[in-house]
């Protein structure tokens, strides 16, 4: 990717419509990129299913259209995620199979196999080196490595640890192990306030790991065990587990450096990237319970380059809502990953929007 490239950013705006079909937007958006997919290509469609009682996911019925895109010219889809490193219901693939297909993730609505790339339990992959990267190497789930091709569908939302969520999260850490998972987030292992610490255990019961531990009715972490996965922040009810917020910034790095190295299994023209800005909620799809949305659907934006897409994504977040909605939420403005991203050549922050 030339980052010296204005590159294209497509948008079909909801805002400017009464009455539209996005299985029609998305075929017109897909008309104007460069996706090359050849006869008999493996083409991997990047999807987050959504955890258990999340409701604002991508839904399956967009999706299908992607399929019937695949399939239309010659390719041989397959629907994929990766398992997730807190302990919740998709800590494996059989959870996460459980939980597609409650979400409407079937082979019958979908018409194309839907896999859990990195294994049953998550430990399937390959190291991939990254070039002038703040970590140096990643392990990319196992199952890319089979793919010719790579469709990549983001649900744009806020995200309590990085600002957003977009494209480059959902190549960044969901195209990876739980081992690419912890060299991300092993910087964000927390402390305890033992002031507020009542004792409870709810972070014992709940860490997948076995990190957090009591000791004469207050809880103390392991740091040998723990990996910075925040389970124990989310689930404390005295509020009492500390994260270093600071570190979110490095989390972000990190996390694009991942990214460069998925990006780097496909040549440009054999990868693209979809962002859907609807149902746009304050934190990740990881989360199991409903989300109202902070705001109005906005549209669909498609790109060849994952820092332009994002970029835009943000853009159109911040025209709609203001330039401190997701800093409010968060106190965060996750722009840290678009700018490692540019410097690791994985695409341009400048870009032009194309209104379809």
Same mark, same amino acid.
């Given at each position: 990717m030339n980052k010296n490239t204005m590159n294209p950013v497509y948008f079909y705006n909801f805002e400017k419509r009464n009455h539209l079909v996005i299985e029609r937007a998305i075929k017109r958006l897909y008309e104007n990129l460069n996706f090359i997919i050849d006869k008999g290509d493996i083409v991997g469609i990047k999807v987050h299913m959504g955890e258990e009682g999340n409701e604002t996911f991508l839904k399956p019925q967009n999706v299908r259209t992607f399929v019937d895109i695949v399939k239309d010219h010659g390719g041989r889809p397959v629907i994929f995620d990766t398992t997730t490193l807190y302990n919740k219901k998709r800590k494996d693939a059989l959870g996460y199979f459980d939980v597609a297909m409650k979400h409407g993730y079937t082979y019958a609505t979908v018409d194309a196999p839907i896999i859990i790339a990195d294994g049953l339990k998550g430990d399937k992959g390959r190291m991939v080196r990254i070039e002038d990267g703040i970590i140096q190497e990643v392990e990319v789930a196992m199952d890319l490595f089979s793919m010719d091709s790579l469709l990549v569908l983001s649900h744009f939302k806020g995200h309590d640890l990085t600002g957003f969520g977009g494209a480059?999260?959902?190549?960044?850490?969901?195209? +990876?192990?739980?081992? #690419?998972?912890? +060299?991300?987030?092993?910087?964000?292992?927390?402390?305890?306030?033992?002031?507020?610490?009542?004792?409870? #255990?709810?972070? +014992?019961?709940?860490?997948?790991?076995?990190a957090p531990y009591l000791v004469d009715g207050v809880a103390r972490i392991d740091k040998e065990k723990c990996v910075g996965c925040s389970d124990c922040f989310f689930i404390c009810p005295e509020n009492a587990i500390l994260y270093k917020k600071e570190k979110r910034d490095e989390l972000q790095e990190r996390l694009a450096a991942a990214s460069s190295a998925v990006k780097s299994l496909f040549i440009d023209e054999k990868i693209c990237f979809f962002n859907f800005l609807l149902d746009i909620t304050a934190s990740c799809d990881c989360a199991n319970m409903y989300m109202r949305p902070i705001l109005p659907d906005i549209g669909i934006m498609a790109s060849m380059d994952p820092v332009a897409i994002d970029r835009a994504s943000l853009d159109a977040i911040y025209k709609t809502g203001g330039k401190e909605i997701l800093y409010n939420l968060h106190g965060l403005y996750g722009e840290r990953q678009l700018e490692t991203a540019e410097k690791l050549g994985m695409g341009n922050m400048e870009y032009e929007l194309i209104e379809i």
């Amino acid at each position: 990717m030339n980052k010296n490239t204005m590159n294209p950013v497509y948008f079909y705006n909801f805002e400017k419509r009464n009455h539209l079909v996005i299985e029609r937007a998305i075929k017109r958006l897909y008309e104007n990129l460069n996706f090359i997919i050849d006869k008999g290509d493996i083409v991997g469609i990047k999807v987050h299913m959504g955890e258990e009682g999340n409701e604002t996911f991508l839904k399956p019925q967009n999706v299908r259209t992607f399929v019937d895109i695949v399939k239309d010219h010659g390719g041989r889809p397959v629907i994929f995620d990766t398992t997730t490193l807190y302990n919740k219901k998709r800590k494996d693939a059989l959870g996460y199979f459980d939980v597609a297909m409650k979400h409407g993730y079937t082979y019958a609505t979908v018409d194309a196999p839907i896999i859990i790339a990195d294994g049953l339990k998550g430990d399937k992959g390959r190291m991939v080196r990254i070039e002038d990267g703040i970590i140096q190497e990643v392990e990319v789930a196992m199952d890319l490595f089979s793919m010719d091709s790579l469709l990549v569908l983001s649900h744009f939302k806020g995200h309590d640890l990085t600002g957003f969520g977009g494209a480059i999260k959902n190549i960044g850490m969901g195209c +990876v192990t739980k081992r #690419g998972k912890i +060299v991300q987030h092993i910087i964000l292992s927390p402390d305890i306030d033992e002031e507020k610490c009542k004792g409870c #255990g709810t972070c +014992v019961k709940t860490c997948g790991f076995g990190a957090p531990y009591l000791v004469d009715g207050v809880a103390r972490i392991d740091k040998e065990k723990c990996v910075g996965c925040s389970d124990c922040f989310f689930i404390c009810p005295e509020n009492a587990i500390l994260y270093k917020k600071e570190k979110r910034d490095e989390l972000q790095e990190r996390l694009a450096a991942a990214s460069s190295a998925v990006k780097s299994l496909f040549i440009d023209e054999k990868i693209c990237f979809f962002n859907f800005l609807l149902d746009i909620t304050a934190s990740c799809d990881c989360a199991n319970m409903y989300m109202r949305p902070i705001l109005p659907d906005i549209g669909i934006m498609a790109s060849m380059d994952p820092v332009a897409i994002d970029r835009a994504s943000l853009d159109a977040i911040y025209k709609t809502g203001g330039k401190e909605i997701l800093y409010n939420l968060h106190g965060l403005y996750g722009e840290r990953q678009l700018e490692t991203a540019e410097k690791l050549g994985m695409g341009n922050m400048e870009y032009e929007l194309i209104e379809i």
